[in-house]
Every structure is written in C-alpha cells, then in structure tokens.
C-alpha cells in the first residue's frame, strides 16, 4: 500500500517541490527512509514513530519504506517529520489518502506528537503556491508566516489534530492574512540621543537619502556605533515586496519572532570581525545565506573594519557592486540577493591616539602601515561618503539633544522621491569646480563619480533643481581622506 | 652614474665636510650641478603628527618657490612630506639615501621616489646592491647636512636621527633652525630641547631666506574665498579644530561648514588630517 505527501526542500532561498512515498510491505517490520536525507532528516525515524504511537495512532506493523523524491536533492532539517508521518498514516489508510490532494505539509513532531515550528515555512508556502497546492498544513506558530506568501495555512498544535482534520472530524480556526497580529514594532533607537556630532549626523542623513555606503573613522568611544545603529531609523518603511524579501531570508535561517512574522523594519545586521567569509556571504554545504544576505535591504554594519579578514573585506567588494551573491557548492549552487547598504566605522590607528586630542599616538610608521594597508584602495573605493571624526570636545556634548529620527526620516523620504524623480543636473560651474579638486586632490576616476553622486544626493536634500558649487564642495568633503589610504 | 671624489663635478660643500663620501652614486633625470645650489634640508620625525606633516610639506613647498633645493632622507613622515611640498612648488628637489642606489627603501615612498628622479636627484654612497642597515642612517645625514646651507628640523623626539642631522650641520658651521613644538609633545622634545640650545627657531620660511640672505619672495595674494569660507578660516586660524566645533562657532549647518572647508582646501589655505583641520602659512 503507497501513501504520498508534498513538502519542499529549500535549496538555498528557494523552494523544490518534494514529494513523500511510503510503502507498507510484507517483512521484517522496520522503517528505512532514502532519498539523499541528511542526519537530522534520518533522525525522523524515531521522532515519526514516537509521534504517532503517543497520538494513540496505528504504527502499521510492516516494513515501511519512505521515499524523499527527486531521490538526486539532498534534504535536510526536521520539517519532513510531519509529511513522513502522514504519508505513512495515509498508506495505512488511517484517513482517506485523497484527502490529502492540494495540500503541503512541514512541521517537526515532538515524541509526544506535538508539532513543532521550523525554518523556511514561508519559502516553503511560496513554493506550495506556486504548484498550485492551496493549502500548507504546519505548526501553528508557523502558519501566520505561511499566510504570508497567500496560501491558506493549516495550522494544528498536535498531530492528532492534523488527522482529524484530514477525517474531517476537526475544522482549525482560520488565520488572519497579511497581519502582524497586536505585537507592537520593535523600537529603533532615536537619533535624538546623538548630542553633537553634527558632521556626523550630515553624513548619516546623505548616505540613508542617497543609499550610499558610509565609513565612520575615528577615535574610540566617540559613538561611531551608536550612529551607524540610528541609520535604520531614518530609512524609508520597506515595500510590502521587500518586507517579503526580507522575511522570506529570515525565515530561511530561523531568525524570524513568532509574534511579528513579517520584518516590516530593515534589518541591522552587525557581525563580529571574526567572522569567516562563509558567515559573511553565505555558504555550507547546502548553501545557507550569510550576513549579507541577512542585511539585504537593510544595513550591514562592520565595527573595527581592519580587524576584519582580508578574504573577508575583499568578498564584500562583488556583492556590492552587483546586489547578488552566487554561491557555488558542491553540493549545489545557490544565489542570494544582497542589496544591503555597507556601513563601516575604523578607528584612525591601531591604538586609536589619532584625532584624539588628548592623546599621542604611539603606533610605530610600520605599524600604521600594515593596519592601512589591510583596506585596499578597492575596497575603499565602495564607500561614498566617508567621514574622520575627531574626539568631540566636553562642551560639544552639553548641547541640546539632537534633531529626532522622525523629522530626519521625513527629508529623507522627501529626497529618494526627488532623486527617483529626476536627478539634478550639475551647472557648469560645479563640473569646472569637480574638475579642479580632481587636479588638486588625490582623487581617482571612481573617486569622482563618486564625489558627483553624494553632490546630487545634498541638492536633492536641499530641495535644489541643480547641482550647485556649493553642494560639490561638501560632496568633495566627504571624498576618502589621503591619510586613510596613502 | 658615478661621481668620485676627484670629479669636479663633485659638490664642493660636500667635499668640504669633515668626511667626505668617497664617491656619489645618482639616479634621476637632474644634472649634477644641481647639488651645488644653494640647499636647505629639511628632516624629521618618521612618524611624525598631522602638524609635523603639514608644516614639512608647506616649508617643503615655500622654500622650492623661493628657488632653494630641498634636500631630505626620503624617508616617511617629514622627510617625505618634505620632498612632496617641493614637487607641488615644481622645484627640483633631492633624496639622500641610506642604502644601494639600486634600493628604494622605505618601499612606500618608490612611486614619490619616480617622481623625484624627474628632474631632480636620488643620490647615495653607497654602491648597488648595499642593503639597509641601522649604522648607514647616520652616515646617511652627514651627507644631507654636507650638501646643504642650513638644516631645518621640524619635529623630533629625544634622540631622533634628526638631531644627528643638525650635529653634522653645527660642525661644519652650516645654520640650524628648527620647528617650535608642544612642551608636552615628545614628539617635539628634541626639537624644542635644540631651540634651548640656540637653535634659531622658524615660524615661516622668511626666517630661511633671511638668514641665507635670500630676498623674500612677495606673498601671493590670499585666493577669494566666500564670506563663509573667509569666516571659517578665521577660526581655523585660531587654532587646529574639528569640523563640529566649528559649526557651532561660526553658526553655519554641517553642510555648509564641510562645504566651505573644501573651498579653502583647494585653495591651499587649510590642510585636514585625521578629522582635524589647521590653517596653512
């Protein structure tokens, strides 16, 4: 007798349809499960048979052969827990098996048959979608993620509810689409806390307006971190396309809250400069989104930027430019997007006495060498608008507290729409201004165009129709500084 | 290309030094004879403050104008610095080295060693292939000092290879100046501590050329600037300041300050290091 579920395995972000066989036949009584399962997929065995034994259902007692097809896709997680588990209750006929046509199933089971939730549902409820299936039997902390991608969820909280359900003995409650239920929005912390700074908070505000990459350089302790962390704040809300985007990578990984399962916010993500190069663009054996992909439409923040590995640093530089990462394995290829907005902060030496008027800096010249040599020209070269900020002074954090992040985010918005629109044009005046930096500056040809595109950024901020002089000037101000990269 | 001893075209303030250099090794496009002008070395600190840096580059750039040659260790820091003002000011300027005329040492300065050798001189005692040793550095500012009239030293700690430098120059009778410092710097403990020893300070490089008995070249006019910008260097003038700190003096916006800073940048009246800007002259 043959009992047949659909699930999906994900291969990287996306999902492949998979299709769940069991076969009772006559024999020694066992369960085999082939189809390129890994461990934690193996391991269904005990937590199926567990499962249906404490749902007081019939564990058949034949020999059991479950089939993950296409055999040739490696499978991995616990989310076929529950698809192995109906397609055996359907081969022994423990429900009508055609009852189980236009439905997915994921989910892990507990010993005592309890459904637990997993990683992936939403690309999981895509792929469900997409293969015309309209309904997604899940956990149920699970199926406010799976209404997400426009698929009818089933969502039960126990094996024996899922039965009863495909007996028709059982109807579970409906779940409300699109919704982030009551959970409140995690707070983002407010610009209003930065005193001073007001270079700083320039820089923060052209760089989330024109979605320009941005490298804070100073001495430690002057709230380079505290700024980059208000970046989030004062970007425009996501679409709901991108929130989708976002989720869906999110979710891939397990990092979404069960309480608010669409990321509304852009993410911040600030990985340690430990991190290996697989962490950062993703990898694995069956390819899992790293950090940057994790930042996609939102912020990557890479404190300490020259303690971070070469390999590292000169892995970002691709991604940057293309808003794609192609990660090839063995085992599989797999691409994710990454259009992440980079923002780096560095203190000026290693031991941070530069800019600092307190202290001297007591780094040997071979020293400084080594520690700017670690930034390539290249990489330098990615981020628009950079700033050195000196240790601000005592009186200069007396101030008032700053402009709020609301009032911030509304120039911005303001601003994206303009450029959108029509970016200004530069005036004669100012291509003659941008000609004579490039002559009495250490400026390349990347360094120019990058020069003109923060200017078009400050018109469109200051509302203006063109580029004026005086907006390439500050632009020029922003340009990398000799001594970062000499 | 070699230059003996016995050559005429050996600098004759060279030759007249306690221990002359055997020989001369020299790479570059500029002609012996230019070793026998009238020379000022400028030397200092390796890793030397944003303020050494820019001082080595202005005096650098000021002394090529008044049509002096700048002799310098083509080391990092000032020595560098030194040698760049002189290249911006379009005059010749020359690099002892201590080390093989065939080495480029430190590496870092091999693109602005290229850039000297048109026109001007990288010379050595030392013949190809002579590696780089603590004991030639020494050696190595005897020669700067023999070639030039006056040594000026613009930042050194305690026992610098720049007090080396202003020794050799105070034997054999040449002039000494040297850069006023912080009191509380060390980077500056050396220069400060030839000052009390009678070295004549510099604060612009009128001090060299009358000393020299160098007519001074007429000022430039100050280049226009905006009102903004005019008002800015006011405060930069009054002392090295951070961007912030100036927005709240001059009650301008971020944007505008950072604007009017480029301005006066390109001008040439204001030098940015670290976050920090200073004025220039």
């Known amino acids: 007798m043959l009992g047949r579920t659909v699930t999906h395995a994900l291969v990287g972000l996306e999902a492949r349809q998979v299709e769940v066989e069991a076969h009772l036949q006559n024999g020694v009584p066992g369960l085999a499960i082939v189809g390129l399962a890994d461990r934690a997929c193996q391991e269904a065995k005990h937590r199926v048979r567990s499962g249906i034994v404490s749902a007081e259902l019939e564990w058949p007692s034949r020999r059991i052969t479950v089939n993950l097809a296409p055999a040739g896709l490696r499978k991995e997680g616990s989310g076929f827990d529950l698809p192995i588990a109906l397609a055996i209750l359907a081969a022994s006929r423990q429900f009508p098996p055609d009852r189980l046509a236009s439905h997915a ?8 048959g309890r459904l637990r939730p997993v990683a992936g549902v939403l690309a999981a409820a895509e792929g ?21 991608a426009g698929i009818e969820p089933i969502p039960a909280r126990h094996l024996v509810e899922v039965v009863g359900y495909l007996r028709g003995e059982y109807e579970p409650e409906a779940v409300e689409m699109f919704s982030n239920g009551e959970a409140p929005p995690v707070e983002l912390p407010d610009l209003a806390d930065v005193r001073g700074q007001e270079r700083a908070r320039r820089a923060l505000e052209l760089a989330a307006a024109g979605g320009h990459n941005l490298l804070l350089a100073g001495p430690p302790g002057i709230g380079k971190s505290m700024l980059a962390r208000r970046l989030p704040g004062i970007l425009p809300p996501l679409t709901r396309q991108e929130a989708l985007e976002v989720t869906r990578i999110h979710s891939v990984v397990g990092l979404l809250s069960r309480d608010r399962p669409l990321m509304d916010q852009r993410p911040f993500r600030a990985p340690h400069h430990s991190a290996s190069v697989a962490s950062i663009v993703g990898g694995g054996s069956g390819p899992k989104p790293g950090e940057a992909t ?13 303690e971070f590995q070469r390999p590292v640093l000169e892995s970002l530089r691709q991604p940057l430019e293309d808003g ?22 560095m203190n000026m030496c290693p031991c941070g006495g530069r800019g600092d008027a307190g202290t001297e800096c007591q780094c040997s010249p071979q020293r400084l060498a080594s520690f700017r040599e670690k930034l390539s020209r290249a990489l330098l070269d990615r981020f628009d608008v950079v700033v050195a900020l000196p240790r ?5 954090l007396g101030g008032a507290a700053g402009e709020s992040s609301e009032a911030v985010g509304r120039r911005v918005a303001a601003a994206r729409i303009r450029l959108e629109r029509e970016a200004p044009a530069r005036t004669d005046a100012s291509t003659a201004l941008l000609d004579r930096a490039v002559e009495r500056l250490p400026l390349s040809g990347r360094g120019r165009a990058r020069v003109a595109r923060v200017a078009r950024t400050i018109a469109a901020l200051a509302e203006a129709d063109a580029v004026e002089e005086e907006h390439l000037a500050e632009a020029l101000a922003y340009r990398s500084p000799r001594e970062l990269a000499q | 290309m070699k230059l003996a001893r016995s050559d005429p075209r050996f600098p004759p303030r060279l030759k007249a030094i306690f221990d002359p250099p055997p020989a001369l090794y020299l790479r570059g496009t500029g002609n012996p004879e230019l070793l026998d002008c009238r020379a000022v070395g400028v030397v200092g600190a390796r890793s030397c403050s944003p303020y050494g840096a820019q001082v080595a580059r202005m005096l650098g750039r000021d002394l090529a104008a008044a049509g002096l040659l700048v002799v310098s260790g083509l080391a ?19 690099g002892v080295l201590g080390c093989g005329i065939d080495r480029d040492y430190p590496a870092v300065n091999a693109a602005l060693s290229r850039r000297m050798e048109d026109g001007g001189l990288v010379i050595s005692e030392y013949e190809p292939g002579v590696e780089p040793a603590p004991w030639r550095f020494p050696a190595r500012n005897r020669i700067i000092a023999g070639l030039c009239e006056a040594v000026v030293v613009v930042e050194a700690r305690e026992r610098s290879g720049a007090l080396i430098t202003a020794d050799f120059a105070l034997e054999e009778g040449r002039e000494v100046f040297a850069v006023p410092g912080e009191i509380t710097s060390s980077l500056s403990a050396g220069s400060n501590a030839l000052l009390k ?10 001090d060299v050329l009358d000393a020299l008995g160098i007519e001074r070249v007429a000022a430039s006019a100050e280049p226009e600037v905006s009102d903004a910008a005019r008002r800015v260097l006011a405060l930069v003038r009054d002392g090295p300041s951070g961007a912030d700190e100036l927005t709240a003096r001059a009650a301008l916006d971020a944007g505008a300050i950072s604007a009017a800073l480029t301005e006066l940048e390109l001008a040439g009246l204001v030098a940015a290091a670290d976050g920090v800007f200073r004025a220039l002259r």
């Open chain 2, 197 to 206: 020893l009678g070295a004549t300070p510099i604060t612009a490089v009128d």
């Open chain 1, 105 to 112: 199933a994921i989910g892990e089971l507990a010993l005592d």
């Open chain 1, 294 to 306: 994790l930042a996609h439409r939102g912020v990557l923040f890479l404190d300490e930027l020259p």
């Open chain 2, 76 to 94: 990092r820091g000032v020595d560098g610095e030194a040698h760049r003002g002189a290249l911006e000011a379009g005059g010749p300027t020359v």
């Open chain 1, 128 to 148: 469900a979608r997409r293969a015309g299936l309209g309904r997604l039997l899940c956990a149920a902390e699970s199926a406010a993620e799976a209404a997400l």
């Open chain 1, 324 to 345: 794609v990462i192609a990660v090839a394995r063995v085992d599989g290829r797999a691409v994710f997007p990454c259009r992440f907005q980079l923002v780096a902060s």
């Open chain 1, 392 to 396: 601000p002074r005592a009186a200069e």
